[in-house]
């Protein structure tokens, strides 16, 4: 699929997925790179981001630094998952919703500026929809800075990062709400964000430096959509696995190629009982399964019940909003 874009995008597509950095003119800093203008840079990503080949360019922020966040489903019967997918739409905390293959059907990411409002937004969905929920809350990530290899490599595991929640200031989460939304496609795109926030554009690309070295900002570049580039089979795979052995379990996961995401998280008596997660990227369901077999023959995995989750269907995806917001009624 990266063959159908011309030279400059797929280079924008590839080559800039993190490592931006956060200087008055950023855009232009690209083009320098790729020979090209900023006006070009700027036209071409304006382009990419009306196709749907990225949401944004700006900054993933580590989970639950800034702001609270949590992995949930909901058991929607058919009838229903037009309405409730189109409820869940309307909230600006869940930035992430899914169709994935099993009797919990419809999982969405909730992020907000605190675990009291992200509570809040768990209990109107419960009370408006009428349905269960699950609250899967991260308790350990192995790898969750997602990126992708669009040469045909396959994703490759990153090192995790150590980071400094004492670089964190209580005045960053307006600004890292904008991060996570996108950089504006403009020369200066750091001046207006600084106009929105009434803040010296310096002062704002300082801090955003800051929170990129402390590791709070875990990505800063281009974000792509991986299915409009080719990578349409999306698998969240689910390990039962004994607390005593998920480091091990987790950290062996997290190295192997072609794992985009591993994590931790919490389990939910009678509901669910896997608190390992793992997210293969692939090309086709055929190419996903190759991944899988390499984890099953893991020794740390070895006879663990598992289950896996495809993705059908993308509901929603953009940056998380780390602000209070009015959240949708039903």
């Known amino acids: 699929m990266l063959d159908a874009f011309a030279p400059l995008d797929r280079s924008l597509l590839n080559d800039f997925q993190r490592g931006l950095p956060a200087c008055p003119r950023p855009f ?165 964000v600084a106009d929105a926030l009434g803040r010296p554009e310096d002062t704002v690309i300082a801090r955003t430096d800051a929170l990129i070295k402390a590791g709070i900002i875990s990505r800063f570049g281009v974000i792509v959509r991986h299915r409009r580039i080719g990578w349409s089979a999306n698998a969240m795979v689910v390990w039962d696995v004994p607390d005593a052995q998920v480091e091990a379990a987790g950290t062996a996961l997290a190295s192997l190629s072609g794992v985009t995401l591993c994590y931790q998280r919490r389990t939910v008596p009678d509901l669910w009982r896997f608190g390992l997660f793992s997210m293969i990227h692939a090309r086709s369901r055929d190419e996903a399964h190759e991944v899988l077999s390499r984890a099953k023959a893991l020794p740390e995995l070895a006879d663990i019940e598992h289950q896996v989750l495809f993705s059908t269907r993308c509901f929603k995806q953009t940056g998380a909003a780390l602000t209070n917001s009015r959240s949708t009624e039903a």
């Open 28 to 192: 232009a800093w690209m083009a320098e790179q790729l020979d090209s203008t900023e006006a070009e840079v700027i036209a071409r990503l304006t382009a990419l981001r009306d196709d749907g080949a990225i949401t944004r360019v700006g900054a993933t922020v580590r989970p639950n630094t800034a702001g609270a966040s949590t992995l949930a489903a909901l058991a929607v019967p058919e009838a229903r998952l037009e309405q409730v997918a189109a409820f869940l739409g309307g909230f600006d905390e869940v930035n992430h919703s899914y169709l994935r293959e099993n009797d919990w059907n419809l999982w969405f990411v909730v992020t907000a500026s605190d675990s009291a409002h992200l509570d809040q937004t768990l209990d109107t969905i419960r009370r408006d929809t009428g349905l269960t929920l699950l609250d899967l809350r991260l308790l350990r990530p192995f790898n969750i800075d997602l990126g992708f290899s669009l040469s045909g490599a396959g994703a490759q595991p990153l090192t995790r990062k150590q980071i400094d929640l004492d670089a964190l200031r209580e005045d960053d989460r307006p600004l890292l709400h904008h991060l996570s939304r996108g950089l504006p496609l403009y020369p200066h795109p750091f001046k207006a």
